[in-house]
Structures are given as C-alpha cells and as structure tokens.
C-alpha cells in the first residue's frame, strides 16, 4: 500500500510540474501578443498643407460631382492611406466608422488611433476624407487632396468641417460657410 501512495504522491508530483510549466509557458504566451497588439502608435508622415487659403467657391467647386463614398480607411487610394498609417510601420492612425478610437484626451489604450473616419470621396484626381479627431477638443475635419500618381498625392485644404451625415450635408455645410479656414499647416 506504501507503495502505490508513493507512486500516487511521485505522479501527482510529475503531473503538477508539467501542469505549471504549461501554465507559465501559456502565461508568457498570452502577456508577449497583449505587449505587441498594444504597442503605441507611433506618428504618420508630417503632411504640409499650403498656407494660401482656398476660397469657399473653389471648396464647393472641389465637392462637385459624382464622388465614391469610402466607408473603408484601406480603400482611400494609396498615396492619401499613407498619410494616414503610421510612419515605418503598417498600421492605420485613423480607424474605421462605428470603430474604437481615442475621442478624449484619456489614453486608456495608446494602440488605438485617435482619428476615426466619418467617410470619405474620390472622383478623378480629387480625394477629400472627413473625420472625427480626438484629444482635448474633439473635432470634425475635412481635408482635400489631389492624387497626381499611384504613388504621390499634394495636399490641397484642411479645416474644420462637420459631422456631416453624407456628401449632400457636407456640400451644404461648405456652401454655408461653416467649414472653418485653414487649421494649423502640418499633419500627422
């Protein structure tokens, strides 16, 4: 009998040994992917906007036609998402409508952009993107963009602008003059 108590004591022994050991291994598992899916966000490219004002005529002229609403930050052309996506890096600094994003000043996640895209249009070489930017004051921007490559885009305007529920409100809001003048000439 002193036997099998000894072997029943050695295999308990044995079994909680490997049971902590993949416990630990499932440990340092789970805590290394929550440090790398919450790494902070580092900055964008620094976009320059040009410091001559745009006229309010020449800003309803830009939302003329028939643009394709963008509900997707991935499907704004390429050289606009670059201005939006982190510098080196992949990931996006603006997130997706209905999405999570850093409204206040609390930084309870620093992995989470603090942009949020509202939606966004583009017809022929023109793109504008419409968003939602946290921080100490939560604000509506709009900014516009002119494609010249694949590769390449000049910011055109950005101010202050919104929310607008769709293209036909932002127009309206430009046509009242309720889009703000230029903010400050730098992005990120």
Same mark, same amino acid.
């Given at each position: 009998?002193? /036997?099998?108590? /000894?072997?029943?004591?050695?295999?308990?022994?044995?079994?909680? *040994?490997?049971?902590?050991?993949?416990?630990? #291994? @499932?440990?340092?598992?789970?805590?290394?992917? $929550?440090?790398?899916?919450?790494?902070?966000?580092? !900055?964008?490219?620094?976009? %320059?906007?040009?410091?001559? %004002?745009?006229?309010?005529?020449?800003?309803?002229?830009?939302?003329?036609?028939?643009?394709? &609403?963008?509900? !997707?930050?991935?499907? @704004?052309?390429?050289?606009?998402?670059?201005?939006? &996506? %982190?510098?080196?890096? #992949?990931?996006?600094?603006?997130? =997706?409508?209905?999405?999570?994003?850093?409204?206040?000043?609390?930084?309870? !996640?620093?992995?989470?952009?603090?942009?949020?895209?509202?939606?966004?249009?583009?017809?022929?070489?023109?793109?504008?993107?419409?968003? %939602?930017?946290?921080?100490?004051?939560?604000?509506?921007?709009? +900014?516009?963009?002119?494609? &010249?490559?694949?590769?390449?885009?000049?910011?055109? $305007?950005?101010?202050?602008?919104?929310?607008? *529920? =769709?293209?036909?409100?932002?127009?309206?809001?430009?046509?009242?003059?309720?889009?703000?003048?230029? +903010?400050?000439?730098?992005?990120?």
């Amino acid at each position: 009998m002193a /036997k099998v108590r /000894k072997s029943v004591i050695a295999a308990v022994l044995v079994g909680t *040994a490997v049971g902590t050991a993949l416990l630990v #291994s @499932l440990a340092f598992l789970v805590a290394h992917r $929550w440090k790398a899916a919450s790494k902070p966000l580092g !900055d964008g490219p620094l976009v %320059e906007f040009p410091i001559a %004002e745009i006229s309010p005529l020449a800003r309803q002229r830009f939302l003329d036609g028939d643009f394709k &609403t963008i509900k !997707d930050v991935t499907a @704004l052309p390429r050289p606009v998402l670059q201005a939006f &996506t %982190e510098q080196g890096g #992949s990931r996006l600094l603006m997130a =997706n409508p209905e999405k999570n994003f850093l409204a206040t000043d609390v930084i309870y !996640d620093s992995s989470l952009p603090r942009k949020r895209l509202i939606f966004a249009g583009v017809l022929d070489d023109r793109c504008f993107v419409h968003y %939602e930017q946290g921080g100490r004051g939560h604000i509506y921007m709009l +900014v516009f963009f002119r494609v &010249t490559s694949k590769d390449s885009m000049e910011p055109l $305007w950005r101010g202050y602008c919104g929310p607008a *529920a =769709n293209i036909q409100d932002l127009r309206s809001e430009v046509l009242k003059g309720q889009c703000s003048e230029p +903010v400050p000439q730098g992005m990120r």
